[in-house]
């Protein structure tokens, strides 16, 4: 604490932001003037912020889900590691990302940044440690202030708006040569690392690679980079968004995850052994990705959107086959010499919590080690007309997350059933809006 202190005074911080993020990935948290802070950095709220639906509401008393009824306070306390000014703030603002504990100090069970350190522990505990390197994709669009209205992209410096794909064009990355200006600087100030920037399939949308490293950190980066990409986009009067399907008849955004796993005492790949040649580590860990990931998909895929990103022939994987350098397979391997072999996860939309996200990958794939799997042959060719292997809805895949016993081991019973009621919560929410595609092909015709 004496080390954040002196930081903090250092750089004439006068307030900073104690943030958790909540089941969706949103910063929930408080804001407290630093000298309160430093006199007490511990801070409590209520246990319900990880009950929260993407609306704010909850699930229904029906629901049978651990929960206090007196919503009870949780304390949260916060990882230094984490400490960093908040650049686009108005007043010198910090910002510390918190961890859940219940009063008697066990980490609360549901909380989205515990699983990940649940996941990390069982790893460890083999002698192993992860690596991941996410790529996130998003679009910029037009301020949209009534949500019955279609997204479109934005105009950037040329003054029109693309209408073309524009797949790896440095133009058309240059169409928002200042916005990511801000970009880069926002992400300096806050020390996350940038490997690469390009411009993806769709109108306006990008995609930014992150370096590979610990999974805890990189799952940081990528809450603290959706808020950063955001508020450097409203500083340029648009908005940028992490939707899986925000525009009709574009690509879908994605987080594709890229993982290899390190022995802790030797420091090699155990994906490559001394001859630098795959070992059935590699191959059992491909299988536990093919057995588990679609158990996995209402964490891989949380809302109805997502399931809007995953048709046939849309640059989105539909199934768990896997292949070299293949990508229209759930899971490739790249390219690579025997140190950097590696699974990369496609199915993953942009919208999911990183932290959830990458613990359930990395959970599937440690299934599939310890359980000695064998994943079926590689795919040569397209994998787009073979038959979908994930489910096609939101109800689809919490019933299969909710019915594996050996993820419900792993996650804890209470988070699976938390998890589904808030999942099941937001699809009621949903089926209680009337879509426009009703209106137009319904209204007159039925």
Known sequence: MATASQWLEARGLEDIECIVPDMAGVARGKMMPTAKFVDAPRMSLPGSIFLQTITGDYPS???????????????LEPDF???????????????????????????????????????????????????????????????????????????????R??????????????????????????????????????????AAQMEINLRHGDPLALADQVFLFKRTIREAALKHNMYATFMAKPIANEPGSAMHIHQSIVDT???????????????????????????????????????????????????????VHWGYDNRTVGLRVPNSGPEARRVENRIP???ANPYLAIAASLACGYLGMTEGLTPSEPIEGSAYELPFGLPRGLLEAVQLFEDCEELADIFGKGFVATYGAIKRAEFETYMGVISPWEREYLLLNV
Request: glycine share 6%; with cysteine.
């Open 161 to 202: 708006a693309e209408t073309g794909r524009q797949s790896y064009s440095m133009a058309a990355v240059n169409e928002f040569d200042d916005l990511f200006d801000d970009i880069y600087d926002f992400s300096e100030a806050q020390g996350l690392e940038i490997d690469t920037l390009i411009h993806e399939e769709g």
């Open 349 to 351: 939309s942009s919208d």
């Open 81 to 159: 590691s984490t400490l960093s000014v908040v650049p686009w703030s108005s007043d010198p603002t910090a910002q510390v990302i918190h961890d859940a504990f219940q009063q008697d100090g066990r980490p609360v069970e549901i909380a989205p940044r515990q699983l990940l350190r649940r996941i990390i522990d069982l790893y460890r505990h083999k002698g192993w440690q992860a690596t991941v390197a996410p790529e996130l994709e998003f679009y910029f669009v037009e301020r949209n202030q009534d949500p019955d209205y279609p997204l479109k992209p934005p105009v950037g410096r040329s003054g």
């Open 265 to 319: 005492k030797t420091g090699k790949n155990i994906f490559s052994d001394k001859d630098g040649k795959p070992t059935s580590e590699f191959f059992s860990f491909i299988a536990g990705q093919q057995r588990y990931l679609p158990h996995v998909m209402c964490i891989m895929a949380p809302y109805v959107n997502s399931y809007r990103r995953l048709v046939r022939k849309s640059v989105a994987p539909i199934n």
């Open 61 to 75: 008393d029906d629901e049978e889900f651990p929960y206090d009824a007196a919503d009870g306070d949780i304390h």
